[in-house]
């Protein structure tokens, strides 16, 4: 069973660019959740996607968008970059309808944008 | 509105102390509530969940819908417990978001 696995590991962006951070799901986990970590904060709920569909969106603007494949990784995308999307996103997947389900996290993209 | 707060952002005891990590939450409805732990260099996994009722690592939490409180306990704490833990809630069952805490530095020294 292979875990969440996240790429890149950081990078470097400009304000205005465009950023896509990829996510490859938990073996057998149809459901990928989105977070946004900013420095001395808890994660915040980005959006979900299950069976390719959005399901469920926090309190981020239109710019932050994503994507879940067939095999059930997932991208998010940031447009027009600004200074505070400077975080570590992370990536959960999880299988909805389990048993005593949870989230499994992924080491996370850490992204500086100047 | 759904909010968790984490009044203490670092805590510091010594081994074999016991530890009390607090967690309230603020949400109208039936949560599901959870403790996740960040070890350092490691990514974040679950450390209990509430419906579960079980004792993971020593540590157990009981909700308290009357403080609506989920405090996270452990009566003898290990040298190995020192990490970044993040109180969470779901407000359906953990099938949605997480909404998560600031977190506490638990510190434990030897």
């Known amino acids: 069973e292979t875990g969440v696995t996240q790429s890149p590991t950081h990078l470097i962006k400009t304000r205005g660019q465009q950023v896509t951070l990829r996510c490859s799901s938990q073996?057998?986990?149809?459901?990928v959740s989105w977070y946004q970590q900013a420095l001395g904060q808890g994660p915040q709920f980005i959006f979900q996607?299950?069976?390719?569909?959005?399901?469920g969106r926090g309190n981020f603007p239109p710019r932050f968008s994503g994507l879940q494949f067939p095999n059930y990784s997932s991208e998010l995308n940031v447009n027009a970059l600004e200074l505070d999307d400077s975080a570590l996103y992370l990536c959960?997947?999880?299988?909805?309808?389990?048993?005593?389900?949870?989230?499994?996290f992924g080491p996370g993209t850490r992204l500086t944008v100047l | 509105a759904q909010r968790v707060t984490q009044p203490e952002k670092l805590l510091s005891v010594f081994k074999g102390a016991p530890v009390e990590l607090k967690c309230n939450y603020s949400?109208?409805?039936?949560?599901?509530l959870f403790w996740y732990v960040q070890y350092s260099r490691q990514r974040l996994q679950l450390l209990l969940r509430?419906?579960s009722r079980e004792s993971i690592k020593g540590f157990t939490a009981d909700l308290n819908k009357g403080e609506t409180s989920f405090h996270l306990k452990k009566p003898f704490a290990q040298e190995e417990d020192s990490a970044m833990y993040y109180c969470?809630?779901?407000?359906?069952?953990?099938?949605?978001?997480?909404?998560f805490g600031k977190g506490t530095k638990l510190t434990v020294n030897p």
């Open positions: 959960a997947s999880s299988l909805i309808g389990a048993p005593g389900w949870t989230q499994y």
């Open positions: 073996s057998g986990h149809n459901t």
């Open positions: 996607y299950y069976r390719e569909e959005e399901n």
């Open positions: 949400y109208s409805g039936s949560p599901e």
């Open positions: 509430h419906i």
């Open positions: 969470a809630l779901s407000p359906q069952g953990g099938s949605e978001k997480l909404v």
